[in-house]
């Protein structure tokens, strides 16, 4: 199984994946690669692998990436040896990607894949939570908001739509998915007992 979370910047992804991966050990964070240089705080390696253009490029060309999209300017990439690697050690991979990357990796994988839409509880609440980051300006936030009603219009595409209006009720949720996700047939291919 691989969980791929999408949501629009300030919906309050990283906190619900946060949770959500302290609560299950068996779940695995995707680490994608970047070129957005790496921002305080930030581990190479836990946040994303951090390259230049030019690294980027040659693992384009090896076609290392499952998906890969433009997001704010910067290029961002899921490794397809990184999720091998997680299922090979019997982890549940989840993808913290944007639509773009979401809707290709929706196209790529079948049934194991769960793929949810995380939703900020109104536009009102979002631009609340970007103007409260008060680190960026104004353009970046009217960027973002109108990037997130692009990103809203792709939601559709997606299994599960889940709104976060309170972080422990979409953690309940998300763990919801997953649990269900694991008891469907097709994903045990083997029936637990014989006929
Ligand atoms: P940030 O730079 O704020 O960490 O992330 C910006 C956006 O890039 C977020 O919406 C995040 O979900 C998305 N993102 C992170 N990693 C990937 C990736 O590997 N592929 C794609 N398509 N988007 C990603």
Redesign the pocket.
Known sequence: MIVLITGP?GAG?STVIGSLMESDPRLAFSV?T?T?PMREGEVHGTDYDFVDDAAFDELVAADAFV???T??GHR???RRDHLETMAKAGRIPVL???V??GVQVISKFGDELVSVFLFPPSWQALEERLRGRATDADEVIEGRLKTARLEVGFADRYTYWVVNADLEASVTRLQAIVAAEEVRARALAVPPLAP
């Open positions: 910047s992804k994608s970047t957005r998906e890969w999209a997001v704010h961002y990439g899921t913290d990607i944007d773009q990357g």
